[in-house]
């Protein structure tokens, strides 16, 4: 079936890095926009970072800027998001989507972060 599945998520102290990865499968992945979002308890869903289907133009919200990298790898049918320098809100669970034509086609189940000491 087709789906996208995030992994890479975990613990890590303030200051630290994390690299989430998210796998598409039964689907062509290549012809899609990809975003991360992440959703922390009691907030709403935000976009944290968006990359057109050939990786040419990325984009992220303010709080990442400088921080967060979103690549991608077509030929893995994969999606990534480099995350360093994390602080403590930053914790949240973290979905990949994919989407076509602006319209949100695919959704991951999430992966857990979380930032503390």
């Known amino acids: 079936q087709v789906q996208l599945v995030e992994s890479g998520g975990g613990l890590v102290q303030p200051g630290g890095s994390l690299r989430l990865s998210c796998a598409a499968s039964?689907?062509?992945?290549?012809?899609?926009?990809g975003s991360w979002y992440r959703q922390a308890p009691g907030k709403e869903r935000e976009l944290v970072a968006t990359i057109t289907s050939t990786g040419s133009t990325t984009n992220y919200t303010d709080s990442v800027k400088g921080r967060f990298t979103i690549s991608r790898d077509n030929a893995k049918n994969t999606m990534y998001l480099q995350m360093n320098k994390l602080k403590p809100e930053d914790t949240a669970v973290y979905y990949c989507n994919a989407a076509l034509l602006s319209k949100i086609v695919y959704w991951g189940q999430g992966t857990q972060v979380s930032v503390s000491s």
């Open positions: 039964r689907f062509t992945f290549s012809i899609y926009t």
